[in-house]
């Protein structure tokens, strides 16, 4: 029977007394939420704290709602709840099929969007997804209240910018001009579109993101619920049919802060043809340090990063032109 090393166990009622329980305990405590990463690696002895501070009890930081011109993802927001936020859904596809690849129904209820972000495993689906999209991390410590970009976020393997004392409170994702940004144009556009087609929740249940602006995720795992052997996340904002600004995101293929500048660079302003998004996908793939694992060698790796990213930037188009 594997069993953790000695620990101090806290329960900490609200975000400020979190952060005072973090103070006392200083580099030597970790949070814990769902638990699914941290207490086997705990039970491996491949982490040691000498306390653990619950942030279970914290409703507080359980929600998905519009904040302004941003989608707000509370750190305590469960899979299971990204993944049935009819909000998410309307403006950011990308979550809902990210979150369907995520382990089980079991880890996906009970693990949470902060608790993956700040692991930090390098196979991790939901950093791919926020970084695709341009998402920030907001921390919380005894200095104020920071904001950090989620390509930023992630320092390496297992590591954060997250110092100690500090806490993830928030996940920010800008809502773009594809979507409802703008109330009154909101909410015309949503009466176009339910005109057109009897109804924006159909819609809205395959990915449909409003004019301009669609978004998708692709993986390939040994077997349903693993770790990806590779997957990429793409976002794409289209000018007539010209790409005006692109985001791709990968996980498992070595990309550096998971995702693929060099590709973005090249998709500003180019037409949304099939070439042009293969040709990402290359360049993508061109960037990518892939390790041989249990999962795969390298070089296949490296080909599922192109060929996932040419796939993901293919049905963001589509939802972007309002065809899929």
Not at 77 to 95: C, K, M, N, Q, W
Not at 275 to 295: K, N, S, T, W
Request: with cysteine; proline share 6%.
């Amino acid at each position: 029977m594997q069993v953790p090393a000695h620990f101090e166990y806290e329960r900490a009622t609200s975000v400020d007394h979190a952060l005072a329980l973090l103070a006392k305990w200083g580099s030597e405590a970790r949070v814990v939420a769902g638990g699914h990463s941290l207490i086997p690696m705990m039970k491996l002895r491949l982490a040691r704290p000498e306390a653990l501070v619950d942030i279970n009890d914290l409703e507080e930081l359980a929600y998905v709602r519009l904040d302004g011109d941003a989608l707000a993802v509370g750190a305590m927001t469960r899979h299971a709840d990204l993944l049935a936020s009819p909000l998410v859904g309307e403006h950011y596809p990308i979550f809902h099929e990210a979150e369907r690849v995520i382990a089980d129904p079991v880890v996906r209820n009970r693990g949470t969007v902060g608790g993956s972000l700040c692991q930090a495993d390098p196979s991790e689906d939901l950093s791919a997804a926020f970084a695709a999209v341009g998402a920030a991390a907001v921390i919380r410590g005894p200095d104020g209240t920071r904001q950090v970009p989620v390509r930023e976020f992630h320092t390496g393997p297992y590591e954060t910018v997250v110092a100690p004392g500090e806490l993830l409170v928030e996940v920010v994702v800008p809502v773009r001009p594809g979507g409802w940004r703008d109330p009154v144009q909101g909410a015309q556009r949503r009466d176009r579109f339910e005109a057109a087609t009897g109804g924006i929740s159909e819609r809205s249940e395959r990915g449909w993101q409003g004019p301009g602006g669609g978004s998708a995720y692709e993986k390939v795992e040994r077997r349903v619920g693993d770790w990806a052997v590779a997957a990429a996340g793409a976002a794409v904002w289209l000018d007539g049919d010209t790409i005006g600004d692109a985001g791709i995101g990968l996980t498992a293929v070595g990309a550096a802060h998971f995702h693929a500048p060099e590709a973005e660079r090249f998709l500003r302003g180019s037409p949304a043809t099939d070439a042009v998004l293969a040709e990402a996908g290359r360049i993508a793939a061109e960037h990518c340090e892939p390790v041989a694992d249990q999962r795969g060698p390298a070089d296949y790796k490296k080909h599922l990063a192109g060929e996932l990213t040419t796939r993901a930037l293919a049905r963001a188009v589509k939802r972007a032109r309002g065809e899929a």
